[in-house]
């Protein structure tokens, strides 16, 4: 039979009882396995499931929330050891600042969401670059556009996590005003009386502490449910939200109930009344990191069953050329809506040809359940730059001077794909390819990346008085003296639309058709303006001082496309067919 101490939590000697060490022993192992899962997350960092998560917010609140409820654990057995002090900045700092950390990082699902789903209908954007500092401290003018154009620039996500920063700072402060009026933890306040150690634990003191845990559980969580009422993701995030709002709506009540009524007395003595918030804060925990788990070890069960496969039709000699791989005499070239069973895929050449033809219903399959859209975006833009790169080369190119022409025009479409999808600064969503890839992209279009996407410096009048061409330097056609001249103009070919996220409006302008005549848009200097300094000049075209480096060619995607449109096909391209099937099923199902 266990020992149970009679007198539960009265502030005597440390209960070593039955109770009391269960308690250690199970914080100890618990926090073994959850620092062993935080471990695992940071190792797959780099994961596409791990990375869209914001990896370093999310395990950071895990350890936040963990010190918590560590400490929660071991008041039972410490029987009052814990001053009454150590228990008040524990309660109104770690539960407050952890639960916050927690909310900014689950927020990135509705913000991913949202901005994948933009991504459909409109034109990716990218993120403008800061201008490095000058010379000198300047002026609070120059300190403030700074700011200004820091603010622009910066994500949602990144505004949002400045608006939980800012509720720490407040949280923190009433903290510490509380802490110094009260006589309960000082000599030398102004408020309330010395008392007991039991009585010290309890009165208004402690009520700041769990305005957070109130507010998250009871307006901001169920905000949030209601916002992502409608996602339907694969990596299970939604159900993971749904599970720690759902898990801490009982906390703070039971918490308020245990520490201001009588009644709760002889459960207190063994159940704190702080431990009524642990099954949320575990909660919290738990799915955090073991649905991120879940979903990496499915990820690559599924990858060695592909290539499982891939060697056994390998071995049985099956038709692997031009660098597509068609598993299954079954499956036809346009692919089968049969499920995806082991040891069968649907084909590359089925892949291949909804992107060359219509591929909206994979664009809105990655976009909405996935949360991958910039693969599928990347995947057609880049087919698109090889199409026109061939009508520019080698249909309408007459002369040398058509071909430099072209070559330009060619350097700035592709310039806008690395800047808007690939690029780790300036894409919203960078696609996710090799680093020797990634790294010979970047010294091709690194250069003029940091031309052309850095926010400039002008003054206010000049940039009112200047032609729109100047404001979006890349809207024109190089000049005559920019290029030689020819005998007669080359075509225009549709360009990539790139728009700037410091844009004042949020919506994205796109054409109707796919056939869109915009070119590269740059930073709106109408929109942003630098400090007066007085007679200073418009910024020339960035684009004029580019030199096309010589190992640009219609080729210079092809690593990235075929890495790309491997990852497509061996993951997103099975789920979306086998998720076709099953809805093409449904439907039927229904109508019968």
Known sequence: MVYLNPGGFNFGSTNLDGYGISNIVFAIVYTIFLYAACIYLWLQRQHPIVKMRKVGLMLLSVLVIHVFCFMVFTVYTMNGAWPCAVEFWAMNLYLPIGIGLWQAQNQQLIIVSREQTEMISSQPVYRPLLPTRG???????????????????????????????????????????????????????????????????????????????????????????????????????????????????????????????????????YWLP????????????????????????????????????????????????????????????????????KGRMFSMESLDECLSGNHDSLQVYSSC???????????????????????????????????????????????????TLVHSRTATYPINIESPIYNRLESIFGPATALVAICKTVSRTSSLETSSSSATPWDDL???????????????????????????????????????????????????????????????DPFDGVKVPSEFDENVFDAAYKSIRYMVWSETWQRFMVWKAKAGNESIGRAL
């Open 135 to 269: 010379r000198g401290m300047g002026t609070p003018t120059y300190w403030f556009w700074r700011f200004k154009i820091w603010y622009r620039s910066i994500s949602t996500q990144g505004k949002y996590e400045g608006f939980v920063l800012v509720g720490m700072i407040v949280q923190f402060t009433v903290s510490m005003i509380v802490y110094n009026i009260s006589r309960k933890f000082n000599r030398y306040g102004v408020v309330s009386h010395h008392t007991t150690p039991g009585l010290c634990r309890r009165g208004w003191e402690w009520v700041p502490s769990i305005v957070w845990q109130f507010l998250w559980n009871y307006f901001f969580g169920p905000y949030l449910l209601w916002n992502i009422r409608m996602i339907r993701d694969i990596y299970n995030w939604r159900l993971q939200t749904i599970i720690a709002v759902v898990a801490g709506l009982p906390g703070t009540p039971l918490w308020l109930a245990a520490l201001y009524t009588e009644k709760f007395g002889p459960i207190n003595k």
């Open 274 to 341: 702080a431990m009524w918030l642990i099954p949320g804060m575990m909660a919290m925990e738990i799915v955090t990191v073991a649905f991120p788990i879940h979903q990496i070890l499915k990820h690559k069960r599924a990858a060695r069953g592909i290539h499982h496969a891939l060697s056994t039709f390998d071995h049985k000699g099956f038709d692997c050329s031009h660098d597509s791989i068609t598993p299954g005499s079954s499956l036809a070239t346009g692919g089968s809506l049969k499920q995806n069973t």
């Open 369 to 419: 359940m996935e949360l991958n859209g910039e693969n599928i975006i990347f995947l057609t833009k880049v087919l698109d730059f090889r199409l026109t790169c061939q009508q520019a080369f080698h249909k309408t190119c007459q002369s040398s001077a058509d071909f430099r022409r072209a070559r330009r025009d060619m350097f700035r479409k592709a310039l806008s794909i690395f800047v």
């Open 478 to 540: 190089p000049d005559s003296q920019t290029l030689s001249p020819v005998a007669s103009p080359a075509p225009e070919f549709p360009s990539f639309p790139m728009h700037s996220l410091a844009k004042a409006h949020s919506k994205y302008d796109s054409d109707d058709g796919n056939g869109s005549s915009e070119h590269i848009i740059g930073i709106g200097e109408h929109e942003v303006a630098g400090p007066p300094r007085g007679g200073m000049e418009m910024v020339p």
